[in-house]
């Protein structure tokens, strides 16, 4: 007896569906969600140490570790000041407040500037047809394996006979061509997941490529363009690379990362210090993950069921 597609499809369904509840089992497991809250722990220890430690006086750090403090907490000996923040922000050999202006002057432009240049490309290579599409797309593509550090010095040569070296110009677009690649790549393949008929529904309205790409595309792309943006802005608050070579330790241009890896060297001892201006360093990137976590998973999810 042959067996038809029709009466196979249901039998390829159920499959799936055993398939899928396996899986849910096994990540509903005891053990798994264990292990998982047990890393989570582990994780997050560090970053609790460093809390605790910004809030202790020199004196308490040198003499216990951070985890005394909840022995403390019971005692009513436990001894916590704002003062190291103040110093670190505001000190007149740290300064860090104007480093973190800094930090946020060449984050913001460093993530708009790909995304709206990536946003066109992808629209221009999603939907319009031009010669030579699919083998430019795989040149922007493949621009993802160049290392950064091949591309300084060249980069570097070119700021300063520009003009522009050791300026926040320099960053930017250094920032921007890096992310460009990665950028264009992922933006397009969420655009390529929009429903074509809306897009040629537009275009029967007489709706032009301007209409289209604000009017049907862009709202649709707003959790694949946080995904990214998120992504883009802890790469460049958290970078030290980038900035140390092309702006180097210029109070005036520097982000806060590299005054906080100067501190390090410099004030090797002054734990106090060093905590409160790594803490200072980590607060905003926690803000924005956890203020965008939902277009995050969105965005991340975008695309992955088509129905």
């Known amino acids: 007896m042959t ?8 039998a390829q369904t159920l499959t799936l569906n055993q398939r899928a509840a396996k899986v849910r089992r096994r990540l509903s497991n005891p053990w798994a969600s264990g292990i998982a809250i047990v890393l989570a722990i582990l994780w997050t220890l560090p970053t609790l140490g460093l809390l605790i430690t910004s809030f202790r006086t020199q004196t308490d750090i040198n003499a216990s570790g951070w985890w005394t ?40 432009p460093s993530v708009v500037i790909p995304i709206s240049i990536a946003l066109l490309a992808a629209y221009a290579f999603a939907w319009i047809d031009f010669p030579g599409r699919d083998w430019l797309f795989v040149a922007v593509f493949a621009l993802q394996v160049v290392p950064i550090q091949v591309t300084m010095i060249p980069l570097l040569r070119a700021y300063v006979s520009w003009g522009i070296g050791g300026s926040f110009w320099s960053v930017w677009l250094s920032h921007s061509i890096f992310a460009l690649p990665l950028a264009i790549f ?62 180097g330790g210029r109070p005036d241009v520097a982000p806060l990362t590299v005054r906080v890896a100067e501190l ?23 803000i924005v993950f956890v203020s965008l976590q939902r277009y995050f998973v969105r965005g991340l999810l975008a695309g992955s069921v088509k129905g």
């Open 264 to 286: 390090s060297g410099t004030r090797g001892g002054q734990w106090h210090l060093l905590s409160a201006g790594a803490f200072i360093s980590m607060v905003v990137p926690l």
């Open 69 to 108: 403090v909840f022995g403390k907490i019971f005692t009513g000996d436990a001894n916590f000041t704002l003062e190291n923040y103040d110093t670190a922000l505001h000190g007149s050999t740290t300064n860090l407040a104007q480093f973190f202006v800094n930090s946020i002057v060449i984050t913001l």
């Open 186 to 247: 992922l933006l397009h393949n969420f655009m390529k997941d929009i429903p074509r008929s809306l897009v040629e529904a537009a275009t029967m309205d007489g709706a032009g490529h301007v209409k289209i790409f604000f009017r049907v595309v862009f709202p649709l792309m707003v959790p694949a363009i946080a995904a990214f943006g998120i992504f883009q802005f802890l790469w460049v608050w958290n970078d030290l690379l980038v900035a140390l070579v092309f702006v």
């Open 3 to 10: 067996t038809t597609p029709q009466a196979s499809l249901p």
